[in-house]
DNA sequence: CTGTATCCGACACGATACTG
DNA sequence: CAGTATCGTGTCGGATACAG
């Protein structure tokens, strides 16, 4: 547990960076291009969205296939081990639904007392 | 949702970084002192324990109060808020022991795919 | 004992421009 | 359309030494 080594610090794969937990939301309901993504994440650089889409695929949770036809494209959809993370990221919502205000209550406490 | 402002995005609460799950954990079964906390965390730089343990006590996760008597010393405890992410946090190692190796299954065919 | 001071390197994130 | 190339920035984590 206490070893930085041990894989179980992994548990908060790809949550724990910036955009991946996001990006998976976006794909919950379907498959979705490249530039449909870039609609709800307008403000995530490009770079920084297939650095992000790379990662997500490289773990499995996500799979990246080329879609011929017109217009010619790529397509981004949620593995089945992709989705075991939904319900992850249910509970982080629920967590911030119900006690975000208490932690920013606290945080603004703490400001004033200094 | 997609808005970086938005407070949701802080649902990870120190989980996000690297050591203030497991500091949390250090804590569950009962105060600790700050050189209790440096033997399961030898591997931690004592700033950064510090750093640690102050975000932790600013969003009112814990709380540190100075102990007199002898060995004179600090003692950090979890609060009530505190204790409403360790459900959380067992979510993250449940997934983690259920999941776990597929992802790092993926990663290593996804190295030699290369 | 409980930190703070200082310095450093790595990396994540980002803006912009460009390409097959 | 779906990226890559390039460059820049800031923050996080860490090692070491020192102080109240």
Redesign the pocket.
């Known amino acids: 547990m206490f070893d930085?080594a041990c894989p179980s610090r992994l548990s908060p794969v790809r949550i724990g960076?910036?955009?991946g937990g996001l990006v998976l939301l976006c794909l919950e309901d379907g498959p979705r291009?490249?530039?449909?993504l870039r609609v709800p994440l307008a403000?995530?650089?490009?770079?920084?969205l297939?650095?992000?889409?790379?990662a997500l695929e490289r773990d499995g949770l996500i799979t990246?296939t080329i879609?011929g036809g017109s217009?010619?494209?790529?397509?981004?959809a949620v593995t089945p081990l992709g989705r075991t993370m939904f319900g992850f990221i249910a509970a982080c919502r629920e967590w911030a639904a119900e006690h975000l205000p208490a932690v920013l209550e606290a945080r603004s406490a703490y400001e004033t007392r200094l």
């Open positions: 930085p960076d910036k955009w291009r490249f530039s449909e403000r995530v650089a490009p770079k920084v297939t650095e992000t889409l790379r990246r879609v217009p010619p494209g790529v397509s981004y």
